[in-house]
């Protein structure tokens, strides 16, 4: 096999915070241990596609790994597969998939870094089939990715959420009020339970389990004959009723998954405010889970995965993502990554854990 001289680099899918981590340990991994030089793509594979991409050295990488977003750009929607543009007027899809692999070429690529979710990785596989050795990375600050425990960017929205809730607290506290704090999640609650769990909830909602009205306003009205004249609410953004479905706040053209949620918090806080006659208001917490630095635990995480992926392509790996098992750093192909989303297992201990508190699921 002959030494790689040259790779490519990608964010793709939303942003999280990491990222720019992970991009700074691929730099210097590649070029300090490897002699490899680097070439971002800027705006994911929207700059794979038109060629769009600028050279990292160690001078640009200096000084990033406590920085949010990424310096390389990001879009969720351009999937180079079902690439969508307006001509004429009319929205066309085409596959232009050849001209990202025309470019890789071109530029002499031994191998591309594909720092994403499912949806950037479900590409990278595609493009990994098509012949161009791919090593994908776990980002999503949902951590909804099977084959890792972990994905970098979740415990730093998990803190953000928590700080959100202990604000929150003291304002309830005052005004005697339900809070409901909406977060991010879409078919996955891990950021609410984490985040209700170290925040002190009342009340945790997560899509794995469809909560019944009655039962949320159960453990409020409980609490006030506790004395405790307020509650904290958590919910998912993809969280339900068990009689109503999802609450969908708009749809993207051209991204892998269109549907974008929002609006769960303040049905809910509506119907308890209607349901108990006690003031309820709604927080929904929205990008600010994914903007801002990351915590030291997600800086570590996204060095080591960024470093990992170098050492993935220096050996030959393709079509695998690097992910962590018993907080060791390994790979597994990016078939069983993309597989199924990860949900919340309903009978996890940390589910009991939080049942055993009291806290209500709305079960
Ligand atoms: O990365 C996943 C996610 O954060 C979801 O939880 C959320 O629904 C979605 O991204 C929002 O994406 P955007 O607003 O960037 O389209």
Redesign the pocket.
């Known amino acids: 096999m002959e030494p790689i001289k040259r790779i490519g680099l990608l964010t793709g ?2 942003d ?1 915070p990491g990222l720019n981590a992970v991009i700074r340990a691929v730099t210097k991994t590649a070029i300090n241990l490897h002699g490899i030089e680097v070439f971002g793509f800027l705006d994911g594979f929207k700059g794979l596609v038109n060629n769009n991409f600028t050279k990292l050295d160690l001078e640009r990488v200096s000084g990033i790994a406590h920085t949010g977003g990424t310096i390389l750009g990001t879009t ?1 929607r351009d999937n180079p597969f079902r690439y969508y543009s307006v001509e004429d007027g009319k929205e066309i899809y085409s596959d232009e998939s050849d001209r990202a692999i025309d470019n890789i070429n071109c530029l002499g690529l031994d191998g591309l870094i594909v720092i994403g ?1 499912d949806g950037s990785l479900n590409i990278a596989h595609l493009f990994s089939q098509k012949g161009v050795p791919i090593v994908g990375v776990p980002k ?3 951590n909804d990715l099977s084959a890792t425990e972990v994905t970098f960017g979740f415990y730093t929205a998990v803190n953000t959420a928590s700080e959100a809730l202990d604000k929150l607290h003291t304002t309830a506290e005052s005004h005697h009020r339900v809070m409901v704090l909406e977060v ?3 078919y996955a609650g891990w950021i609410a339970l984490y985040a209700g769990l170290s925040g002190g909830a009342d009340v945790i909602l997560i899509p794995e389990i469809p909560y019944h009205l009655d039962s949320v306003i159960e453990k409020i009205n409980y609490r006030y004959t506790q004395d405790k004249k307020f509650s904290i609410i958590v919910v998912a ?1 993809g969280a339900k009723p068990n009689d109503g479905e999802m609450v969908v706040s708009k749809m ?1 053209t051209g ?1 892998h998954d269109p549907i ?2 929002g609006g769960i918090g303040q049905k809910l806080a509506n119907d308890i405010e209607i349901t108990t006659g006690i003031e309820s208001r709604v927080t929904v917490l929205g ?1 600010l889970q ?1 903007g801002g630095g990351p915590i030291p635990y997600d800086r570590i995480l996204s060095t080591r995965y960024g470093v990992a992926a170098v050492e993935q392509l220096v050996e030959g790996n393709s079509d695998v993502m690097v992910s962590l098992k018993d907080n060791v750093i390994t790979s597994v192909p990016l078939v069983e990554a993309i597989r199924e989303i990860r949900k919340v297992p309903v009978d996890s201990d940390i589910v009991l854990a939080a049942k055993a508190l009291g806290i209500s699921f709305g079960d």
């Open positions: 899918g939303g999280c969720n979710g999503t600050i949902d991010m999640g879409r953004e993207v991204s974008r949620l990008h994914r």
